[in-house]
């Protein structure tokens, strides 16, 4: 039997095909050039939006991180706090306030603040220090890669992630630095708690966190209120803002929206980052359409024979909706392996790309759309078509 | 009596507006009977192609009246002209309009696409429509890799494919030489004769005179002569 060659092969494929995605399909790689514009333009577009959103999606979990891990129920803040990271401080008076409602099982200080870690080759970096009674479960490091809990109880003892080994100038787990002039030491490594702020995470004992960031010891940043399992949480949250005068009550996830209306809109981060993702569809939308209306123009004769031999307006119209969407899917494909690829080599990274899998069908779904939307123009050119030229040219 | 499968009655075009306004026809009528063979044959700028485009519902004309099989083309909006056309008329045009992407069997299934014919069916019927103009051998050749009159007989093919009740011709034989000419006239008589359809060719070449079964001559926008044996035509 003789083997069957592969543009054969490829020719059996597209007899399979319905005859008008045949056409469609040779109109437009009938230029191929001008076809690889296009897929480069939806490629470009895509991966440009893929970068853009994911790095949102990236900030938006960054930026919430750690209010995502902590054991809340509720948060008591200092009144105006914008976002977790900002270093306000309240009475342990509030603490104390806050045990007396009836309903409230515990009320954990947690400390933060930025210090200096003294590097081992001299200089300092900064760095932000979390510390929390870990023995009461506070705001306890998550995904260790190496160490354990137990050993933060250890004098001196702190908790880093291991993507900030280079800016630490350490090489995990037991090796020492010194914060404010205090030594410690590495005694358990996480795995993937990066910091939006790009300034590494170090967690510590509520004591020598307040010793690290200078805080007395009467203070703290916020308290980690958990409550009864049988209590409801609305009502015991109403009684708290009553009684605490200097601090705010707030869900974890009215905490978490506060965090990321600061970190991704109040500070623009967010709008460069949508700003970047409009720029791209813009890019790929106006491609697309140029090379659509350049194709169409160049097939003008044909759409004329075929409005003359009595094709519909529709007909004509799903001949340039079934070229942009092939050109989508085309685009989509290598634009989402190209993402694929990105996503892969930032995941160590400090700043990783997220794509999930809602974000891949809505990329999917854009592209089909910025696609669609391209034709229009071409749509428009083919719906001025006189037939009668069939009969002059 | 053959009744008519294309009418028209006292056809009036007036091309462009203000000064530049040109009437192409004046009050042209004629019909054309199924099975029949007609010429249409007339100098440059004499309104010819005016005529067919109207004859073939893709013009409409400023007065008179178009009947193709009996219904008549006033007040029809674009897509039930486009409709008319599918249902009713097959084209055949001077420079061909195949589709250069697509092969023989494939551009003449095109047709039978528009009307919306399911594939299979379609592909058989593009194959034998193909056999009838004698490129039985050709249906998977790219235009590129036809000769003009292969090529002109693919386009017979796809104007024939749907079963028309009229075939309107523009110059099909003008690109073609003497032999490959009279080879489509007399497929297209054939086609006339077999599917009892009727067969309108607008042409300057003489040599396809002796396919016609009437010949109507056109000058300055009217009809100037008959000749020729009618088969049944008032």
């Not at chain 1, 060659?5 to 469609?24: F, W």
């Not at chain 1, 992630?161 to 800016?167: H, I, L, N, V």
């Not at chain 2, 486009?82 to 069997?105: E, M, N, W």
């Amino acid at each position: 039997m003789e083997p069957i060659s592969r543009s054969t092969r490829d020719e059996a494929v597209i007899q399979i095909m319905p005859l008008i995605v045949r056409l469609s399909w040779r109109n437009l790689i009938h230029d191929r050039l001008r076809f690889v514009a296009t897929v480069i333009g939806i490629v470009f577009s895509i991966v440009l939006v893929t970068v853009q959103m994911g790095l949102f999606l990236s900030f938006e979990r960054m930026v919430t991180t750690m209010i995502d891990h902590a054991p809340a129920d509720l948060w008591v803040v200092p009144l105006g706090t914008k976002c977790f990271e900002d270093p306000s401080l309240v009475d342990e008076r509030e603490r104390f306030r806050a045990l007396s409602i009836n309903g409230v099982t515990e009320a954990l200080p947690i400390v933060i603040g930025f210090a200096q870690w003294r590097l081992p080759s001299g200089g300092t970096t900064p760095v932000f220090i979390v510390g929390s009674d870990l023995r009461a479960g506070g705001m306890q490091p998550w995904n260790l890669a190496a160490g354990s809990l137990a050993d933060l109880a250890i004098p001196g003892a702190v908790a880093i992630d291991q993507s900030y080994f280079g800016r630490l100038g350490t090489k995990g787990l037991g090796a020492s630095a010194e914060i404010r002039d205090q030594k410690v030491q590495v005694t358990a490594v996480t795995k993937g708690i990066r910091a939006f702020t790009t300034t590494p995470y170090v967690f510590t004992s509520l004591d020598r966190a307040r010793a690290y960031v200078g805080t007395s010891p009467n203070k703290a940043t916020y308290f980690l209120v958990r409550v009864d399992s049988n209590a409801d949480v609305e009502s015991i949250r109403g009684r708290l803002q009553a009684i605490l005068s200097e601090s705010e009550v707030l869900t974890p996830d009215e905490f978490r929206r506060r965090s990321r209306s600061f970190w991704l809109f109040g500070t623009g981060a967010g709008a460069a980052l949508f700003a970047g993702a409009l720029l791209g569809i813009i890019v790929g939308t106006v491609i697309v359409a140029q090379t659509l209306y350049s194709s169409t123009k160049d097939h003008l004769n044909e759409f004329a024979t075929l409005r003359a031999v009595g094709a519909s307006g529709m007909y004509i119209y799903k001949i340039i909706i079934i070229q942009a969407l092939l050109s989508a899917i085309i685009g989509f494909c290598i634009a989402a392996g190209i993402g694929l690829t990105v996503v892969n080599a930032t995941a160590e990274s400090a700043l990783p790309i997220i794509m999930t899998p809602g974000m891949s069908v809505g990329l999917f779904l854009l592209t089909v759309v910025m696609c669609v939307l391209s034709a229009i123009s071409a749509i428009v050119q083919v719906m001025r078509i006189d037939p009668a030229v069939v009969f002059t040219r | 009596m053959i009744l008519p499968v294309l009418e028209a009655v006292d056809i009036v075009k007036i091309l462009g507006r203000g000064p530049s306004q040109v009437q192409a026809l004046k009050g042209v009528s004629l019909s054309l009977a199924g099975g029949e063979l007609m010429l249409l044959m007339g100098p440059s700028g004499s309104g010819k192609t005016t005529l067919l485009s109207i004859l073939g519902c893709i013009l409409s004309p400023s007065s008179g009246q178009i009947r193709v099989c009996g219904q008549t083309t006033a007040s029809l909006q674009p897509e039930e002209m486009a409709k008319l056309r599918r249902d009713y008329l097959g084209f055949i045009f001077q420079s061909y309009h195949l589709f250069p992407t697509l092969t023989a069997v494939d551009n003449v299934q095109l047709a039978l696409d528009v009307r919306g014919e399911a594939s299979a069916p379609a592909i058989v019927k593009a194959k034998a429509a193909l056999a009838t103009v004698g490129l039985s051998h050709k249906t998977k050749s790219f235009p590129r890799e036809l000769s003009h009159g292969e090529q002109q007989r693919v386009a017979i093919a796809r104007a024939i494919v749907g079963n028309p009740s009229v075939i309107l011709a523009d110059e099909p034989t003008s690109a073609l030489d003497s032999e490959n000419g009279r080879a489509i006239m007399k497929v297209l008589a054939e086609i006339a004769k077999k599917q009892s359809c009727g067969v309108l060719v607008v042409t300057h070449d003489p040599r396809i005179v002796p396919f016609a079964d009437r010949i109507v001559r056109i000058e300055d926008g009217r009809i100037v002569g008959e000749e020729g044996c009618g088969v049944g035509i008032k």
